[in-house]
């Protein structure tokens, strides 16, 4: 859940507050509060992007460090009392992978009066500027020459709703080889679940892999099998690496592996993007649920020295 910090000006504490307040951390989880029922493969809390407030003079800045190997887009909501921001609020911006930027910050109106403010911040993984690539064709996320059946196509009843409107599944027998369907940065690893069932409850056991693209894009591989993955974050891999053994872990009533492109929109959605693919006998189709498709003979497949993630 989102976290709301309040921090305000007693003026015989400013001293206090000063030490106190220098370093004020407000997490963000994923704030899947608003995702639709049915829309699995949310990614899990995020918590390597943190908040500080710094005061300086009568004005607080506010700065976001993001450890994440992707840009994280955060909205901010602001209580403010006797004070004025540099921004409008609610205000929402992407910050960059790997470092720490600031945000905007707020004074006092009056200094001479109390002041206060509260905020209250939401973030996902993903830059709300990104553009998806519309004329880059994936690969089928499998070995060439495979063939399996889609059983979840766009608008798919089941689940495919919501942030998960463009995802596909393919049945799949656990333990088969995943390969990244388009080349990135490998944002978010997770395979230490061996659970999974027909239902939302078992969403927060979904062992996943994360895979942000050049255009921004980021792409969701789920239900994999424990201690499947065999990449690690911050790695690069190239379309057709291999980089998991699928499974059925999360919410999935059966074996299979389920794959959706997404853009961020703001501290708390994402929405998903239709993309084609090749198969042996198309250059670039749409898939569509009910029909198997066989990869071809001829995409790129590889076996890259992976490790263990730490
Ligand atoms: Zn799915």
């Not at 998991?244 to 853009?263: I, Q, Y």
Request: hydrophobic content about 30%.
């Amino acid at each position: 859940m989102p976290v709301r910090t309040t921090e305000s000006s007693p003026k015989a504490s400013f001293a206090a507050l000063l030490t106190a307040s220098f370093f004020v951390c407000a997490l963000a989880l994923g704030a899947a509060d608003n995702q639709p029922r049915g829309s699995h493969c949310e990614p899990a809390p995020e918590t390597a992007v943190h908040v500080k407030t710094v005061h300086d003079g009568g004005v607080t800045r506010f700065f976001v460090e993001n450890d994440e190997y992707c840009e994280v887009t955060m909205t901010f909501e602001m209580g403010l009392v006797n004070m004025k921001g540099s921004t409008t609020f609610p205000y929402t911006a992407t910050f960059a992978p790997r470092q720490t930027s600031e945000a905007f910050e707020v004074s006092p109106v009056q200094p001479d009066s109390k002041w206060e403010y509260s905020y209250t911040n939401y973030f996902k993984l993903g830059s709300n500027c990104a553009r998806h690539d519309d004329s880059f064709v994936y690969q089928l996320p499998y070995a060439p020459g495979n063939k399996f059946k889609v059983t979840q196509g766009y608008n798919g009843k089941f689940s495919h709703t919501g942030s998960n409107q463009y995802a596909i599944d393919w049945d799949m027998p656990e333990g088969t080889l995943v390969h990244a369907a388009r080349g990135g940065v490998v944002v978010r690893v997770k395979d230490d679940s061996d659970k999974g069932g027909p239902t939302m409850e078992f969403d927060h056991y979904n062992n996943y892999i994360l895979i942000r693209h050049e255009d921004g894009t980021l792409a969701h591989y789920c239900h994999l099998q424990k201690n499947g993955c065999l990449v690690k974050v911050g790695q690069v891999v190239a379309m057709g690496d291999v980089i998991a053994h699928s499974g059925n872990t999360g919410f999935s009533s059966g074996p299979h592996l389920h794959f959706c492109v997404f853009r961020t929109q703001d501290g708390r959605a994402r929405v998903s993007i239709p993309v084609k693919f090749r198969t042996n006998q198309e250059k670039a189709i749409t898939l569509t649920s009910g029909h198997s498709y066989r990869a071809s003979e001829t995409q790129s497949a590889s076996v890259r020295p992976s490790s263990k993630p730490t």
